[in-house]
């Protein structure tokens, strides 16, 4: 899994699409977009954007749930696996539009659906397994290397982590999102530290997690998921 990571750092340039899920109420979207470079070095090649309604019966399943303090096992099973499948749809639907063979995506980020305290898809894992790519998720944000200080990477500190990035191009507030979200994954492609590891012969966690930043600044972590071989 990490000799994987380390080839794609080395790639000249990185294929990845960008995976927003509520930056806009009741639609998800997803960018196309050629990497090259990271922070302020960063190239950025936007390939193909596409967004959808999330179908009544994923709206109303979030309906039902929202503003519960604790959501019953039942419903998270339920609404995990809708988010889920209009994810994938939406990636491969994006892919045809596009005339991208999934062999020529790098990489996946993807910024999940918050309800409550829960983030959806509960595991980035099946993701993976489902479109056979590696997925960048779970990004967090914090002043030091001790995960106990680690935030969650809300909306706005997304913005404020990739926007000067971003701003260099005149993009439409929704598709910015998409590439926001690509952007981090490519920014914890070029972590400094492996912070944890799953083992390759756990077949149920193939995850690698990482962080970039230096001492006293504000570190990037993300976790990187693989599809089994």
């Known amino acids: 899994?990490?000799?994987?990571?380390?080839?794609?750092?080395?790639?000249?340039?990185?294929?990845i699409v960008g995976i927003e899920t509520g930056s806009v109420p009741g639609r998800m979207g997803a960018v196309i977009v050629e990497v090259r470079g990271s922070g302020a070095d960063t190239v950025l090649d936007l390939?193909?954007?596409?967004?959808?309604?999330?179908?009544?019966?994923?709206?109303a399943a979030l309906e039902a749930v929202d503003g519960e303090k604790v959501i019953d096992a039942q419903e998270q099973a339920d609404v995990n696996f809708l988010i889920l499948h209009n994810i994938n749809t939406l990636f491969f639907d994006l892919l045809e539009a596009a005339e991208v063979d999934?062999?020529?995506?790098?990489?996946?980020?993807l910024k999940g659906m918050e309800i409550g305290l829960s983030e959806f898809p509960d595991d980035p894992g099946a993701l993976s397994e489902l479109t056979g790519c590696v997925v960048a998720a779970c990004f967090s944000i914090g002043p030091d290397r001790g995960q106990g200080s680690w935030l969650p990477v809300k909306e706005a500190i997304l913005k404020g982590m990739v926007g000067p990035m971003v701003e260099k191009y005149d993009l439409d507030e929704?598709?910015?999102?998409?590439?926001?979200?690509?952007?981090?994954?490519?920014?914890?492609?070029?972590?400094?530290?492996?912070t944890s590891r799953c083992s390759d012969d756990d077949s149920s966690r193939r995850t690698v997690m990482v962080q970039k930043g230096s001492e006293g600044e504000p570190a990037l972590h993300g976790e990187f998921y693989f599809p089994a071989d």
Request: charged share 30%; hydrophobic share 45%; aromatic share 2%.
């Open 1 to 15: 899994m990490e000799e994987r990571l380390e080839l794609l750092k080395k790639n000249r340039a990185r294929v």
């Open 47 to 59: 390939h193909s954007f596409q967004s959808v309604d999330l179908p009544e019966g994923l709206v």
């Open 102 to 109: 999934p062999d020529e995506v790098d990489l996946i980020g």
């Open 174 to 194: 929704e598709v910015r999102e998409a590439v926001a979200v690509a952007l981090l994954a490519n920014e914890s492609v070029h972590h400094e530290a492996i």
